[in-house]
């Protein structure tokens, strides 16, 4: 049972594509709850529970991790999150986990970055990662205030292996491939909002402009918006 006065979003885009910074200027300016697939799945890992052993053992061997598993922990972290308005990122990423996600709730809107995959090539080698939280840095766009640390930490940053130009490549065509179906199908919904650029901080206002319209009033807890 979905109660109607909230708001439900879901966003996609490609490693690189600027995500992670237009999630957090969404939930500053719309004061939505964020769930990261990714913060979920290491923090059950790390706390060795039941699921988390179980895909931390398809990751160790190179798998892939069962829909229904992945479904099933997101939809437990959704539900506790209650009667929420939320932005969902990382979920679904296959036709499979986005009829899961539909059967419990209703998205309202799922926004998709369209970034040329030149420009996330150019930007990925400029990529750093603080690696215990998974918090991402770009020396070009997103820079840390201290180079080379972690904002709320103070660690070291490291960049990742596989943000090498093939491996990048790879990994780009592997997303196509696998979230195309996705995003057909919730074109097909009507629910399917997509933004198309080369720079995150031009690509914002078009989201900031396009949720200030979908958003119930009541729900726009903080306005602005971010630099």
Known sequence: MVVRNL?????????????GTVSSRITESFGLQHLSS?????????????????MKSCIDQG????????????????????????????????V?????????????????????????????????????????????FNPPRIPGLDDVTGEPLTQRD???????????????????PVLEYYRSKGVLATFSGTETNKIWPHVLTFLTKKIPQSQQARGGGGA
């Not at 986005?98 to 420009?119: G, H, K, Q, Y």
């Open 38 to 54: 990714g913060d979920v799945l290491r923090a059950h890992i790390k706390a060795k529970s039941e699921l988390g052993l179980l």
């Open 162 to 180: 596989d943000d090498t130009p093939v491996t990048v490549s790879r990994r780009l065509k592997a997303y196509e491939n696998q979230t195309q």
């Open 96 to 140: 499979v986990q986005a009829e899961s996600l539909d059967s419990v709730f209703t998205v309202d809107t799922v926004i998709n970055l369209d970034v040329p995959f030149e420009t996330i090539k150019e930007r990925l080698t400029s990529r750093w990662v603080h690696l215990s939280s998974g918090r991402v840095y770009n020396i070009d």
């Open 63 to 94: 798998q892939l991790v069962p829909d229904d598993v992945i479904s099933r922990l997101i939809l437990a972290s959704l539900r506790d999150m209650g009667q929420s308005s939320w932005l969902l990122d990382g979920f679904p990423r296959t």
């Open 7 to 19: 708001f439900r979003a879901v966003i996609m885009g490609p490693p690189g594509s600027g995500k």
